[in-house]
């Protein structure tokens, strides 16, 4: 059985809301699932006793996530994922090149 969804409603800056707004699109995601997303992740961290999930956690997160759907980033994206992520650049092309070997693999546009 479902719960019946609430809302949480609240204002932000809106210089966040715009870089919130660009992140999401770079991301390939929707503002409302990702924010849902983060609330979600930091409850559970709180339940099992972690500290809430950090923005680096969440970059790497979304790019495991794309890698298993075997969606690979473009290289302007791996350059912003590894700057974010604080990993070469060489190192992601190296996973994407895991990935890519294997078959049905959906390259980003």
């Known amino acids: 059985m479902d719960e019946k969804p609430k809302i949480i409603k609240f204002e932000v800056p809106e210089s966040l809301h715009t870089e919130f707004k660009i992140l999401c699109a770079r991301l390939q995601e929707n503002m409302k699932d990702r924010a849902r997303g983060l609330i979600e992740a930091d409850v559970a961290n709180s339940k099992s006793g972690d500290s809430p999930s950090t923005e680096e956690e969440n970059h790497a997160l979304s790019f495991l996530k794309r ?24 190192f992601l092309k190296m996973l994407c090149d895991c990935v890519r070997s294997h078959d049905g693999v959906k390259v980003g546009k």
């Open 67 to 90: 890698l298993e759907q075997k969606d690979l980033p473009k290289n302007g994206e791996l350059v912003v994922f590894a700057h974010e992520l604080g990993v070469s650049v060489e």
